[in-house]
């Protein structure tokens, strides 16, 4: 089990509902990042945070919207979502001034009705 | 930006034989190339990297290979066992342009037959 944890690990909304992801880090880290993995597709970067500054939004739908109150914590909130939002929703952190170790949670996986 | 192209999509091998996971990237500012495995249901665990400095790098039975000249990096393992069996990625990362992050290839499923 790696030190990233991420709740719920299952939610399936509707398109009109508001939601929330979490994550949380237990390793120290300095920087948390948010991805998004879809059947047949790579790994795709939405959000960076370092030293809970978001330092990349990598051309997002607004409907995501993030949130770090802390180093440790990181948020992820969802609304108006559309189906093909449906995929699964990875956090991962590194330490602030090696952003190239990243070690990842478990995924949420979401499913939009 | 980067672009991470990553062959085959699937590979089917004996137990105990070698299997090896080709990529190729883009941007010749790259510096780290990590490897991850993901088994179903889990995220991402990384496995091994490689830096670029480093030409090869080992541990146990996973091996990790870089041509820079070629742009291109191979993940090797030998004595493939039972509990290999899971998709692998590769990354290249990047930095510039106000773009920090892993660039993802999509993927080998890799299948262990016994």
């Known amino acids: 089990e790696t030190g990233v944890t991420q709740t719920p690990r299952h939610l399936v909304m509707g398109m009109t509902n508001k939601k929330s992801l979490k994550c949380e880090q237990h390793l120290g880290h300095n920087a948390m990042y948010w991805y998004k993995q879809s059947a047949k597709k790579p790994l795709e970067l939405m959000f960076v945070y370092n030293f809970k500054e978001q330092t990349e939004n990598n051309s997002v739908p607004s409907r995501f919207s993030p949130e770090c109150p802390n180093s440790s914590h990181l948020f992820l909130h969802l609304h108006t979502l559309q189906p093909e939002d449906s995929a699964l929703y990875l956090c991962a952190s590194s330490q602030g001034d090696l952003p190239y170790e990243q070690y990842f949670g478990p995924g949420t996986r979401l499913t939009v009705t | ?114």
């Open chain 2, 1 to 114: 930006g980067e672009n991470v192209e990553q062959h085959p999509s699937t590979l089917s091998v004996q137990e105990g034989d070698s299997a090896v996971i080709k990529c190729t990237y883009s941007d010749s500012a790259s510096n780290y190339f990590p490897w991850y495995k993901q088994e179903l249901g889990k995220g991402p665990q990384l496995i091994i990297d490689i830096r670029s400095n480093v030409g090869e790098k080992k541990d146990q039975r996973i091996a990790v290979t870089l041509n820079k000249t070629a742009k291109h990096f191979s993940l090797h393992i030998t004595e493939t066992q039972p509990e290999d069996s899971a998709v692998y990625f590769c990354a290249g990362f990047y930095s510039g342009g106000g773009a920090d992050g892993l660039t993802f290839g999509k993927g080998t499923h890799l299948i262990i037959q016994p």
